[in-house]
């Protein structure tokens, strides 16, 4: 379920006095209709009246004229200054957009576990000041002359990357993550392709090249999926990679962000789905989300019980682990684990005991994301069998408190971010 907090007196009031402007813009110049991205305008950037979504989809952060006409900007945004440090207002400088890029006025953004690895220095130092955030949904304000995947007023989301070379072996199979030369990550990362550092989603604007834009089902609660972009596609890439399909029998080790996707996409894509948690107090959630069963992994005789059980577990559990207890429950000959949580660099986690597979003709493998269009398989397969993500949604200055909820696992089950209170 999507728990939402109102809007504050001060958005309600910016939301008005825009929309007052919107309808007095279209009074003066007789615009009633809306434009395509290769409407008649012209330079690099496709000028066109500004689009609106519905009401449902809630207001995005206040982005300026520059944005909406495509021309370089500066955003509102939270980041760190400091690894380690809080998050505060950073006044972000976005591009003007190119012949290929959107413009996107930020509604929504998820809060990832890998948001705090970053800004915590888990995962190495970064370069600061620095803006996270990878799983974002908004409107899209102005495009370039040559977009053709998408319109102004479109509802769209960017997930974890913004670029690839688009030529080699990876980017040709649909999985640019991999990408040969190194996939351009959302924030965090240097961008070859507009010689610029990627900045993330934890601000009210962002402009992406077309390619790596999504479309946003309108069956899709905007805040609910935006989760989907990060947490969705790494939860559905194991699946689809296994070929779950009825019949099927699948675990799921750990009931977080990523582990109640992962049981809410086996269950729509019919498989019989085990739940295996550590507490006791997620057994009847787990059940909740559609699983037939949940087993305490702490409990020796109930992991006694579906030993050799399972032809695929999705590990999703991003603290030290032992391997061998889940290797266990794999049917042998066909069974695969598949690890798609993220521990700290430096948990200490048990070495796989090789003989368990070779014995059983088991597999591990890593999964990372997904392609462009497998991202956009994942969403409209949620859009056709109604599967969102449970969220809780935070305003911006409770940034700080939803990380620590986050890493305490006080959270059921994504936080995201209202970019219009930034």
Known sequence: MSVKRPPSPSVLARLRERRRQEAEAQAATGAGTEQGAGSSATGPHAVVPRAKVPDAA????????????????????????????????????????????????????????????????????RELPLVPGHEMVGQIVAAGERVTAHRVGDLVGVGVMVGSCGECEACLADQQMYCAEGAVSTYGAWDRFHDERTQGGYASSVVVDQDFVYRIPAALDPAAAAPLLCAGITSWAPLVDAGVGPGSRVAVAGLGGLGHLAV????????????????????????????????????????????????????????????????????????RLALIGMPPKDAATAPVDTSLLSRSGLSVVGSKIGGVQRTQEMLDFCAEHGVATDIEMVVADELDEAWDRLVAGDVRYRFVLDASTL
């Open 264 to 335: 809410k996409l086996a269950v729509a894509l019919g498989a019989e789905v085990t739940v295996l948690t550590t507490s006791a107090a997620k057994v009847d959630s787990a059940k909740a989300l559609g699983a037939t069963a949940a087993v305490l992994s702490t409990d020796e005789d109930a992991m006694a019980e579906v030993a050799r059980s399972f032809d695929l577990i999705v590990d999703a559990i991003a603290a030290e682990h032992d391997l061998n207890a889940l290797l266990r429950c794999l049917r042998p000959g066909r069974g």
């Open 58 to 125: 809630g207001p995005g952060a206040a982005v300026p004229d520059a944005a909406e006409s495509g021309a370089a900007h500066t955003a509102t945004a939270r980041g760190i200054r400091e690894l380690g440090g809080p998050l505060v207002p950073v006044e972000l400088p976005r591009r003007a957009a190119g012949e290929r890029d959107v413009v996107i006025e930020i509604m929504y953004c998820g809060l990832c576990h890998s948001d705090v690895h970053s800004c915590r220095g888990e995962w190495g130092s």
